[in-house]
Protein backbone atom coordinates (compact mmCIF):
# COMPACT_ATOMS: atom_id res chain seq x y z
CA UNK A 1 0.00 0.00 0.00
CA UNK A 2 1.47 3.33 -0.77
CA UNK A 3 1.98 5.96 1.69
CA UNK A 4 -0.93 8.47 1.97
CA UNK A 5 0.94 10.92 3.41
CA UNK A 6 3.77 10.81 0.07
CA UNK A 7 3.34 13.89 -1.91
CA UNK A 8 2.16 13.73 -5.28
CA UNK A 9 5.67 14.69 -7.21
CA UNK A 10 7.58 12.73 -4.84
CA UNK A 11 5.34 9.78 -5.89
CA UNK A 12 5.46 10.43 -9.40
CA UNK A 13 9.21 10.55 -9.35
CA UNK A 14 9.80 7.20 -7.17
CA UNK A 15 7.21 5.46 -10.15
CA UNK A 16 9.10 6.83 -12.92
CA UNK A 17 12.69 5.85 -11.28
CA UNK A 18 11.09 2.32 -10.55
CA UNK A 19 9.69 2.27 -14.49
CA UNK A 20 13.57 3.00 -15.60
CA UNK A 21 14.76 0.25 -13.40
CA UNK A 22 12.44 -2.21 -14.92
CA UNK A 23 13.38 -1.37 -18.33
CA UNK A 24 17.18 -1.34 -17.39
CA UNK A 25 16.71 -4.86 -15.98
CA UNK A 26 14.35 -5.68 -18.83
CA UNK A 27 17.27 -4.53 -21.88
CA UNK A 28 19.65 -6.48 -19.76
CA UNK A 29 17.78 -9.53 -19.70
CA UNK A 30 18.27 -9.46 -24.01
CA UNK A 31 21.25 -8.85 -23.77
CA UNK A 32 23.95 -11.78 -25.35
CA UNK A 33 25.65 -13.65 -22.56
CA UNK A 34 29.17 -12.93 -22.65
CA UNK A 35 31.41 -16.12 -22.66
CA UNK A 36 34.31 -16.38 -20.92
CA UNK A 37 37.39 -16.31 -22.58
CA UNK A 38 39.04 -19.68 -23.34
CA UNK A 39 42.21 -20.41 -20.91
CA UNK A 40 45.31 -20.89 -22.65
CA UNK A 41 46.34 -23.00 -20.69
CA UNK A 42 43.79 -26.09 -21.38
CA UNK A 43 43.86 -28.52 -24.01
CA UNK A 44 41.16 -28.15 -27.18
CA UNK A 45 37.78 -30.00 -26.55
CA UNK A 46 37.65 -33.54 -27.45
CA UNK A 47 41.44 -33.75 -25.33
CA UNK A 48 40.90 -33.06 -21.83
CA UNK A 49 42.20 -36.09 -19.86
CA UNK A 50 39.26 -37.76 -19.11
CA UNK A 51 38.82 -38.79 -15.35
CA UNK A 52 36.69 -39.63 -12.16
CA UNK A 53 37.44 -39.00 -8.56
CA UNK A 54 36.03 -40.32 -5.46
CA UNK A 55 35.97 -41.47 -1.73
CA UNK A 56 37.68 -44.59 -1.33
CA UNK A 57 34.39 -46.63 -1.21
CA UNK A 58 33.73 -45.19 -4.59
CA UNK A 59 36.38 -47.38 -6.87
CA UNK A 60 33.24 -49.20 -8.48
CA UNK A 61 31.69 -45.59 -9.10
CA UNK A 62 34.48 -44.12 -10.90
CA UNK A 63 34.81 -47.17 -13.01
CA UNK A 64 31.86 -47.22 -14.19
CA UNK A 65 31.29 -43.40 -14.64
CA UNK A 66 35.08 -43.45 -16.79
CA UNK A 67 33.23 -46.17 -18.76
CA UNK A 68 30.20 -44.38 -19.59
CA UNK A 69 31.73 -40.90 -20.22
CA UNK A 70 34.07 -42.70 -22.40
CA UNK A 71 31.11 -44.19 -24.50
CA UNK A 72 29.37 -40.55 -24.79
CA UNK A 73 27.20 -39.98 -21.93
CA UNK A 74 27.47 -36.96 -20.40
CA UNK A 75 29.51 -36.14 -17.06
CA UNK A 76 26.52 -35.85 -14.81
CA UNK A 77 24.32 -38.72 -16.00
CA UNK A 78 28.03 -41.08 -15.61
CA UNK A 79 28.18 -40.26 -11.96
CA UNK A 80 25.11 -40.25 -10.96
CA UNK A 81 25.40 -43.61 -12.59
CA UNK A 82 28.58 -44.28 -10.66
CA UNK A 83 27.49 -43.87 -7.53
CA UNK A 84 23.94 -46.09 -7.93
CA UNK A 85 26.59 -48.74 -7.33
CA UNK A 86 27.18 -47.74 -3.68
CA UNK A 87 23.79 -46.52 -3.23
CA UNK A 88 22.45 -50.07 -3.39
CA UNK A 89 25.40 -52.13 -1.89
CA UNK A 90 23.85 -53.14 1.55
CA UNK A 91 27.82 -53.62 2.65
CA UNK A 92 28.48 -50.06 2.94
CA UNK A 93 26.72 -48.27 6.00
CA UNK A 94 27.10 -45.47 5.07
CA UNK A 95 25.13 -44.78 1.98
CA UNK A 96 21.55 -45.62 0.72
CA UNK A 97 20.37 -49.08 1.22
CA UNK A 98 22.28 -50.93 4.19
CA UNK A 99 22.93 -47.54 5.39
CA UNK A 100 22.82 -46.61 9.45
CA UNK A 101 19.38 -44.96 10.43
CA UNK A 102 18.43 -42.08 12.76
CA UNK A 103 18.33 -42.64 16.55
CA UNK A 104 15.25 -43.92 15.78
CA UNK A 105 16.19 -46.56 13.31
CA UNK A 106 14.70 -45.14 10.39
CA UNK A 107 17.55 -44.46 7.29
CA UNK A 108 17.07 -40.61 6.27
CA UNK A 109 19.00 -40.19 2.62
CA UNK A 110 20.55 -36.80 1.49
CA UNK A 111 22.11 -36.19 -1.95
CA UNK A 112 22.79 -33.81 -4.67
CA UNK A 113 24.23 -33.28 -8.03
CA UNK A 114 26.01 -30.47 -9.80
CA UNK A 115 25.97 -30.03 -13.74
CA UNK A 116 28.94 -27.73 -14.78
CA UNK A 117 28.09 -27.20 -18.35
CA UNK A 118 25.07 -25.61 -17.51
CA UNK A 119 25.55 -24.22 -13.65
CA UNK A 120 22.48 -26.30 -12.10
CA UNK A 121 22.15 -28.20 -8.92
CA UNK A 122 19.61 -30.47 -7.56
CA UNK A 123 19.65 -32.06 -4.57
CA UNK A 124 17.34 -34.43 -1.23
CA UNK A 125 17.31 -34.26 1.95
CA UNK A 126 15.65 -36.35 4.99
CA UNK A 127 14.24 -38.87 2.27
CA UNK A 128 12.94 -42.24 3.54
CA UNK A 129 12.36 -45.47 1.35
CA UNK A 130 14.21 -44.35 -1.55
CA UNK A 131 17.43 -46.24 -2.83
CA UNK A 132 18.83 -43.78 -5.25
CA UNK A 133 18.74 -40.15 -4.04
CA UNK A 134 20.91 -39.03 -6.46
CA UNK A 135 18.96 -40.20 -8.95
CA UNK A 136 16.09 -37.79 -7.67
CA UNK A 137 18.22 -35.00 -6.90
CA UNK A 138 18.94 -35.21 -10.59
CA UNK A 139 15.24 -34.91 -11.59
CA UNK A 140 14.83 -31.90 -9.19
CA UNK A 141 17.34 -30.31 -10.78
CA UNK A 142 16.29 -31.02 -14.35
CA UNK A 143 12.77 -30.95 -13.68
CA UNK A 144 11.82 -28.15 -11.57
CA UNK A 145 12.83 -24.62 -10.73
CA UNK A 146 14.35 -25.84 -7.23
CA UNK A 147 17.47 -26.57 -5.99
CA UNK A 148 17.15 -28.93 -2.46
CA UNK A 149 13.72 -30.64 -1.47
CA UNK A 150 13.18 -32.32 1.64
CA UNK A 151 11.29 -34.59 4.13
CA UNK A 152 7.99 -35.45 2.74
CA UNK A 153 7.97 -33.30 -0.24
CA UNK A 154 11.11 -35.20 -1.24
CA UNK A 155 9.32 -38.03 -1.13
CA UNK A 156 6.12 -37.59 -2.82
CA UNK A 157 8.55 -35.58 -5.87
CA UNK A 158 10.36 -39.12 -6.11
CA UNK A 159 6.84 -40.89 -6.13
CA UNK A 160 5.58 -38.76 -8.88
CA UNK A 161 9.40 -39.37 -10.30
CA UNK A 162 8.20 -43.44 -10.52
CA UNK A 163 10.45 -44.48 -7.38
CA UNK A 164 9.91 -47.36 -5.75
CA UNK A 165 9.42 -46.98 -2.35
CA UNK A 166 11.49 -49.69 0.12
CA UNK A 167 12.71 -50.45 3.45
CA UNK A 168 16.79 -49.67 3.21
CA UNK A 169 17.04 -50.77 6.90
CA UNK A 170 19.14 -54.10 6.47
CA UNK A 171 19.46 -56.47 8.95
CA UNK A 172 23.31 -55.65 9.51
CA UNK A 173 22.27 -52.11 9.91
CA UNK A 174 19.54 -52.66 12.54
CA UNK A 175 21.92 -54.91 14.05
CA UNK A 176 24.27 -52.20 14.67
CA UNK A 177 21.74 -49.41 15.60
CA UNK A 178 20.29 -52.17 18.16
CA UNK A 179 23.31 -52.64 19.75
CA UNK A 180 24.25 -48.77 19.76
CA UNK A 181 20.47 -48.53 21.41
CA UNK A 182 21.84 -51.41 24.26
CA UNK A 183 24.97 -49.70 24.81
CA UNK A 184 25.50 -46.36 24.25
CA UNK A 185 22.69 -44.44 25.85
CA UNK A 186 22.10 -44.28 29.16
CA UNK A 187 19.55 -42.04 29.82
CA UNK A 188 16.29 -44.90 28.67
CA UNK A 189 14.84 -47.62 29.59
CA UNK A 190 17.19 -50.34 27.36
CA UNK A 191 18.69 -53.05 29.19
CA UNK A 192 22.85 -54.07 28.15
CA UNK A 193 22.70 -57.54 26.58
CA UNK A 194 25.57 -60.11 27.69
CA UNK A 195 28.55 -59.43 25.44
CA UNK A 196 28.67 -62.43 24.29
CA UNK A 197 25.15 -61.79 22.85
CA UNK A 198 26.46 -59.69 19.81
CA UNK A 199 27.27 -61.06 16.58
CA UNK A 200 31.07 -60.73 15.53
CA UNK A 201 30.23 -58.50 12.25
CA UNK A 202 28.52 -55.97 14.64
CA UNK A 203 31.06 -56.38 17.69
CA UNK A 204 34.26 -55.84 14.56
CA UNK A 205 31.88 -52.44 13.22
CA UNK A 206 32.35 -51.07 16.99
CA UNK A 207 35.76 -51.65 17.38
CA UNK A 208 36.68 -50.01 13.89
CA UNK A 209 34.46 -47.13 14.92
CA UNK A 210 36.25 -46.60 18.52
CA UNK A 211 39.80 -44.51 19.19
CA UNK A 212 41.95 -44.47 22.34
CA UNK A 213 41.79 -40.65 24.46
CA UNK A 214 44.04 -39.80 27.13
CA UNK A 215 41.80 -38.50 29.36
CA UNK A 216 43.76 -37.53 33.26
CA UNK A 217 46.42 -40.33 33.71
CA UNK A 218 44.03 -42.87 32.23
CA UNK A 219 42.72 -44.01 28.50
CA UNK A 220 39.17 -44.66 27.52
CA UNK A 221 37.68 -45.84 24.50
CA UNK A 222 35.42 -43.88 23.13
CA UNK A 223 32.90 -44.50 20.31
CA UNK A 224 33.02 -42.42 17.23
CA UNK A 225 30.12 -42.40 15.16
CA UNK A 226 30.43 -42.88 11.36
CA UNK A 227 29.97 -39.65 8.90
CA UNK A 228 30.77 -42.08 5.74
CA UNK A 229 29.54 -40.76 2.30
CA UNK A 230 30.51 -41.05 -1.24
CA UNK A 231 31.57 -38.26 -3.49
CA UNK A 232 32.34 -38.58 -7.39
CA UNK A 233 33.70 -35.98 -9.91
CA UNK A 234 34.15 -36.32 -13.36
CA UNK A 235 36.08 -34.45 -16.29
CA UNK A 236 35.31 -35.60 -19.87
CA UNK A 237 37.08 -35.01 -22.97
CA UNK A 238 35.22 -32.14 -24.08
CA UNK A 239 36.09 -30.47 -20.52
CA UNK A 240 32.92 -30.90 -19.20
CA UNK A 241 32.66 -31.20 -15.15
CA UNK A 242 29.85 -32.65 -12.91
CA UNK A 243 29.88 -34.20 -9.47
CA UNK A 244 27.80 -35.97 -6.91
CA UNK A 245 27.41 -36.56 -3.25
CA UNK A 246 24.92 -38.73 -1.62
CA UNK A 247 24.67 -39.89 1.95
CA UNK A 248 22.92 -41.87 4.57
CA UNK A 249 24.70 -39.29 6.96
CA UNK A 250 25.37 -39.70 10.74
CA UNK A 251 25.13 -42.46 12.13
CA UNK A 252 22.13 -42.47 14.96
CA UNK A 253 21.38 -38.63 14.17
CA UNK A 254 18.60 -36.59 15.28
CA UNK A 255 15.35 -37.51 13.14
CA UNK A 256 15.42 -35.01 10.18
CA UNK A 257 19.15 -33.77 10.58
CA UNK A 258 20.58 -32.47 7.46
CA UNK A 259 24.36 -32.83 6.91
CA UNK A 260 26.51 -30.94 4.31
CA UNK A 261 26.17 -33.40 0.96
CA UNK A 262 23.03 -31.99 -0.49
CA UNK A 263 24.04 -28.33 0.27
CA UNK A 264 25.69 -27.02 -2.44
CA UNK A 265 28.88 -24.96 -1.78
CA UNK A 266 29.48 -27.28 1.22
CA UNK A 267 29.01 -30.83 0.02
CA UNK A 268 29.94 -30.44 -3.18
CA UNK A 269 30.74 -27.11 -5.90
CA UNK A 270 31.76 -27.41 -9.58
CA UNK A 271 32.56 -24.32 -11.56
CA UNK A 272 32.69 -25.61 -15.20
CA UNK A 273 35.87 -23.10 -15.81
CA UNK A 274 37.87 -23.85 -12.36
CA UNK A 275 37.55 -27.37 -11.19
CA UNK A 276 35.17 -29.11 -8.64
CA UNK A 277 35.35 -30.41 -4.71
CA UNK A 278 33.35 -32.42 -3.02
CA UNK A 279 33.72 -33.83 1.21
CA UNK A 280 32.94 -36.82 3.28
CA UNK A 281 33.16 -36.62 6.91
CA UNK A 282 32.00 -33.77 9.69
CA UNK A 283 29.29 -32.13 8.09
CA UNK A 284 28.53 -29.90 10.85
CA UNK A 285 32.09 -28.61 9.72
CA UNK A 286 31.69 -28.50 6.53
CA UNK A 287 28.67 -26.63 6.48
CA UNK A 288 30.35 -23.70 8.97
CA UNK A 289 32.67 -23.10 6.49
CA UNK A 290 31.32 -23.89 3.10
CA UNK A 291 34.31 -26.13 1.86
CA UNK A 292 33.71 -27.03 -1.39
CA UNK A 293 33.32 -23.36 -2.45
CA UNK A 294 36.34 -21.90 -0.56
CA UNK A 295 38.42 -24.76 -2.18
CA UNK A 296 36.95 -24.13 -5.84
CA UNK A 297 37.89 -19.97 -5.52
CA UNK A 298 41.03 -21.36 -3.56
CA UNK A 299 41.72 -23.28 -7.58
CA UNK A 300 40.37 -19.95 -8.96
CA UNK A 301 42.87 -17.89 -7.81
CA UNK A 302 45.45 -20.14 -9.08
CA UNK A 303 46.08 -22.62 -6.05
CA UNK A 304 46.64 -26.50 -7.10
CA UNK A 305 44.02 -28.80 -6.15
CA UNK A 306 46.10 -30.39 -3.32
CA UNK A 307 46.91 -27.12 -2.05
CA UNK A 308 43.70 -25.74 -1.96
CA UNK A 309 42.17 -28.69 0.10
CA UNK A 310 44.74 -28.31 2.43
CA UNK A 311 44.30 -24.71 3.16
CA UNK A 312 40.60 -25.63 3.58
CA UNK A 313 41.69 -27.75 6.19
CA UNK A 314 43.69 -25.61 8.20
CA UNK A 315 40.88 -23.60 8.04
CA UNK A 316 38.32 -25.89 9.57
CA UNK A 317 40.82 -26.78 12.66
CA UNK A 318 41.26 -23.01 12.95
CA UNK A 319 37.42 -22.70 13.31
CA UNK A 320 37.03 -25.40 15.59
CA UNK A 321 36.40 -24.05 18.79
CA UNK A 322 33.97 -25.82 20.62
CA UNK A 323 35.89 -27.81 23.82
CA UNK A 324 33.85 -31.24 22.72
CA UNK A 325 35.17 -30.83 19.39
CA UNK A 326 38.53 -30.57 19.88
CA UNK A 327 41.23 -33.55 21.30
CA UNK A 328 43.97 -33.05 24.25
CA UNK A 329 45.99 -31.75 21.70
CA UNK A 330 44.10 -29.01 20.70
CA UNK A 331 42.74 -30.78 17.15
CA UNK A 332 39.53 -31.47 15.61
CA UNK A 333 38.07 -34.55 17.12
CA UNK A 334 36.61 -35.32 13.99
CA UNK A 335 37.46 -36.14 9.86
CA UNK A 336 36.89 -34.74 7.06
CA UNK A 337 38.11 -35.28 3.55
CA UNK A 338 38.34 -33.60 0.40
CA UNK A 339 38.42 -34.69 -3.30
CA UNK A 340 39.33 -31.69 -5.84
CA UNK A 341 39.91 -31.98 -9.21
CA UNK A 342 40.56 -28.57 -11.59
CA UNK A 343 39.79 -27.77 -15.09
CA UNK A 344 43.08 -28.99 -16.49
CA UNK A 345 42.67 -32.78 -15.03
CA UNK A 346 44.88 -32.41 -11.80
CA UNK A 347 43.40 -34.12 -8.84
CA UNK A 348 43.85 -34.30 -4.88
CA UNK A 349 42.59 -35.91 -2.00
CA UNK A 350 43.06 -33.69 1.16
CA UNK A 351 41.89 -35.31 4.66
CA UNK A 352 42.48 -33.86 8.34
CA UNK A 353 43.49 -36.58 9.43
CA UNK A 354 46.04 -39.69 7.54
CA UNK A 355 46.72 -41.88 6.25
CA UNK A 356 43.87 -42.18 3.79
CA UNK A 357 43.12 -43.16 0.49
CA UNK A 358 40.55 -41.76 -2.72
CA UNK A 359 39.66 -43.30 -5.95
CA UNK A 360 40.80 -42.35 -9.63
CA UNK A 361 39.85 -43.67 -12.70
CA UNK A 362 41.43 -42.49 -15.61
CA UNK A 363 43.18 -43.63 -18.92
CA UNK A 364 45.96 -45.66 -16.18
CA UNK A 365 43.08 -47.49 -15.27
CA UNK A 366 41.24 -47.44 -11.27
CA UNK A 367 43.15 -47.49 -8.39
CA UNK A 368 43.34 -46.16 -4.81
CA UNK A 369 45.93 -43.02 -3.91
CA UNK A 370 47.18 -41.10 -1.19
CA UNK A 371 45.66 -38.77 0.52
CA UNK A 372 47.56 -35.30 1.90
CA UNK A 373 46.73 -34.71 5.21
CA UNK A 374 47.30 -32.23 7.95
CA UNK A 375 47.72 -34.42 11.12
CA UNK A 376 48.50 -38.27 11.42
CA UNK A 377 45.60 -40.04 12.73
CA UNK A 378 44.75 -40.84 16.03
CA UNK A 379 45.81 -44.66 17.62
CA UNK A 380 42.92 -47.28 16.54
CA UNK A 381 41.91 -49.53 19.35
Not at 105 to 112: C, F, K, N, Q, W
Not at 165 to 190: F, G, M, P, V, Y
Not at 226 to 255: R, V, Y
Not at 275 to 288: D, Q
Request: aromatic share 6%.
Amino acid sequence: MTDSHLPRRDFLSAAAAGLAATAMVAEASQRPRVAAAPRADLPAPGEFPVKVISSDNGQPATQKAFELMSAGTSPVDAVVAGVALVEADPSDTSVGYGGLPNEEGVVELDAAVMDGPRHLAGAVAALRNIKHPAQVALQVMRLTDHVLLVGDAALRFARAMGFPEENLLTEKARKIWLHWKLHLSDQDDWLAPDQADVDPETAEFFRSHSVIRAVAATSRAEFQRPTGTIHCAALNAQGEMACTTTTSGLAFKIPGRVGDSPIIGAGLYVDNEIGSCGSTGRGEANLLNLSSFAAVELMRSGMPPRDAGMEICRRIAQHTRRPDLLDEQGRPNFDLKFYLLDKTGRHAGVSLYGPAKFAVTDAQGTRLEECAFLYEKREAK
